[in-house]
Each structure stands twice: as C-alpha cells, then as structure tokens.
C-alpha cells in the first residue's frame, strides 16, 4: 500500500488472496513504442509515476514533446541506487535478470529494476506540454537561471554523464512535496527567492490497461523485457523512479523505513546538486563548463513532520501493510531548459 519517504521483491503464497497474479509476456522487441500489448483494450488505468532523489527535468523543447528524466552520474564517495519500483509477478523468471537483488521486496512482488543495466522505452503518447516554468514551479529549482547564461541540456552529448533516463511521452506533472523553503539567487537576480524544494516529484498518466513497461538491456538493446502494469482494487498503478544513496534503500517500498535526519542547517546547500550543472552546455561546447553554480541554500522546514507519500503498486498490494513515515532533505531535483 502507500508509502512514505523524503529522501532521501521468491514465490509468494498470498497470491492466493488475489483471483490471480499478472504475468510477463515473452521478452520480444516492442510492436509498438508506445508499450501496447497488441490486444484490444478499452478500458484505462491511472498511472502515478513517483519520482525522488538527483534527477533532472528538460521538458519538451517543442510542444508536444517528450519530457526527459535525467539521472546523472553518482557524485564521488557516496554510491546512488538507479531504480524504478514496478509491481511483477512473484513467480516470473525475470526477477534475477531485472531486478535489484534486494529480498524485502521480492517478497512483496516489487521489483526495483536496475537502470545501469536496462533502460525503459518511452511512456505514453502523445507527448507532453509542461514548461520550465511549470516544473520550477512544483519545486524542480532552475539550473538554467542558476548557471548564469544560455546553458541547456543538449541530449545528443550526454551519454557518458548519465547514468540513465526515463522519457515521459505524455501525462503532466501531479502534485510534488516539499519538506523545505530554499533560498536561490541565481546571478543578476537582486533579490533571493524562498523556493520550496521538492523531495518527491510525481507524474500522472492515463494508460490502456493492457500497457506494458518494455526494458531493454543496455549490452543489447534486442534483448527485451515486457511487464504488464499492475493495478489495485481501484484500478490505479503507482510506479516509483529514485536515484538516492545506496545506504537508504530500505528508505523505500515495501521496508519500514530507518532513515531519520534532522533539517540541514540555515545556509546549507543540497547534498550533490553541482551533478545537475554538470550537464549543461552552450552550443559549440561540451557540458560539464559551466563556471556559475548557483545553489540553493537551506532556509526552513515547512513539512510540520509530516513526510512524503510514494507507492509502488504490487499484485500482493492486498497483504501489505502501511509502514511509518521517513523524512530527508538531501538530494532534491532539478530542471533545466533544453538545447541546443
């Protein structure tokens, strides 16, 4: 069921509560982009798409577009976890292939795929239509303005500085969660802002509910992995995207969470958020020159002790029971304009 975080899946018998748990289709390329099953449906689910952690937003340079999910490269000394949380099959054959040996929560039939290894085709269709304005706006703090100048995501040059990405292809930006206020002045601002800084950003589509999550392996793309979506009682599907240290992994679905953190101190800035400036770039250039880092200082805590809510949605949702709440400041998202 739901789960709570800031910052910050072996065969399973209580299948049998359920009238019977999805399967994975044959690993074959994709008939579509767009995930399609090739059966007919005509019934919809809703999709939340829960994302934390060091991430990047580039929304679409023309719209319609694809917006870009970016996971930079681990910052040195501190490990980070590539994951997306997708609920599987607790007898499928591709848990050792796909999935984060991480047994709390193959237990509980969610597989936290490892994206070093796979990388997800396109969600959706149609493309999107959200704006910079839009994302800094949900608490994805501006690196563009904050840089100084014209510098902007050029994803043609950002193979070597990602780790991985996921591309949203329709839907639009829910409600995110802030646990802070943050001040940014980027350069020729006279005054700072007070910005509430999200620690869980979220995305909300609507989809066939005959869709699958198509992977691919990074050595060879042929090589592919269709998940059918799983949906609960209500026919809704929670997904969850992070990119945190490795030591808050039991920050996550379905584990009861053992990370606390006080709030960092006034003036402090976000653990690792210079990684986001590392991918920008002017034309003509390489990213990674940019010369004015701007970032955004700790001011206050505005949460009330109340932390944020992610799901991942498993065919045993069922069992699961609601785990205590985990709140941390560290690692928030950014966006930036893209390029060239």
Known sequence: MSRVIGRGLCLFA????????????PSTPPETPSGRSGTASTTDVGVTLHMTGLLLFVPPKTSPGPTNVLLPLSPPGEKHLALLGVGIDPGSEYIPRLCLNYQDAIDKAICYVKLDEWSLDPIGTGGTTVTLGDLASLGAVNVTAGSGGPHRVDM?????????QVVLNGGKPGKSCPLGLWTYQPPGQSQPDSVPSANVMRWELTLPEDYELVFRLKANPNSTIRLPLVADGQGHVDLLLAHLPEKELKDLPPTQGTTTEIPPSPHTAPKHFHAFYELLSTPGSQPGQVTSMTDPLFERATSNGQPCVVNVTSPLWRALQVPPGVRTFACVPASAEPGP
């Open 14 to 25: 209580a299948c049998l509560l359920l009238a019977g748990c999805p399967k994975d289709k």
């Open 156 to 164: 043609g040059k950002l193979d070597a500085r990602i780790r991985s």
